[in-house]
T-cell receptor
């Protein structure tokens, strides 16, 4: 079974600085998707960035980028120029690309990010 | 507007009461699922459905019942609520077979069982 591990329960960053959130996963599959979700106090799950495992190029979305190391099964999220609005819980998630359960998302336990003004 | 509609947003139950959490999507997605979120645990899969008439259990199915009579709706039933079911519940709808970008969550239901 696949697992997702986020080893940092809490992180803090100064406004305008850069922070990296860690995520590792375990799977025997070769084709899958990885995601970072942001959950602000409103509880809404907001997709920040996604990565397809077959793509070697790291995904980027404006100030958000990932470092995807497939062999090491690592998927970290880098937030550049941190803003107060980035403060939230961040979840790393895994999803198989094939099979009957390919819609199932497996989540890490989350990292709570604080941004200091 | 396209998306996942989840109701109610808040609910308080007494132990032993029953209720249904509603989830509807208008994107014609075949795959729908229910998750619960507990402090320090992330989101865990309760039940999922790959199409009308087909449901299956996830990681934490005990105490919950689901059915999928239409593509649009996927209700979650608590037959006899227990305090351990106090949680935040999310419904998700996903277009499988795409590049992973077509997945949506409802706004969540905060449930308290006294």
């Amino acid at each position: 079974a696949q697992t997702v591990t986020q080893s940092q329960p809490e992180m803090s960053v100064q406004e305008a600085e850069t922070v990296t959130l860690s995520c590792t996963y375990d799977t025997s599959e070769s084709d899958y998707y990885l995601f970072w979700y942001k959950q602000p106090p409103s509880r809404q799950m907001i997709l920040v960035i996604r990565q397809e495992a077959y793509k070697q190029q790291n995904a980027t979305e404006n100030r958000f980028s990932v470092n995807f190391q497939k062999a090491a099964k690592s998927f970290s999220l880098k937030i550049s120029d941190s803003q107060l609005g980035d403060a939230a819980m961040y979840f790393c998630a895994y999803r198989s690309a094939h099979g009957g359960s390919q819609g199932n998302l497996i989540f890490g336990k989350g990292t709570k990010l604080s941004v200091k003004p | 507007n396209a998306g996942v509609t989840q109701t109610p947003k808040f609910q308080v139950l007494k132990t032993g009461q029953s209720m249904t959490l509603q989830c509807a999507q208008d994107m014609n997605h075949e795959y729908m699922s229910w998750y619960r979120q507990d402090p320090g645990m992330g989101l865990r899969l309760i039940h999922y459905s790959v199409g009308a008439g087909i449901t299956d259990q996830g990681e934490v199915p005990n105490g919950y019942n689901v059915s999928r009579s239409t593509t649009e709706d996927f209700p979650l039933r608590l037959l006899s609520a227990a305090p351990s079911q106090t949680s935040v519940y999310f419904c998700a709808s996903i277009a499988t077979g795409t590049g992973g970008e077509d997945q949506y969550f409802g706004a969540g239901t905060r449930l308290s069982v006294l």
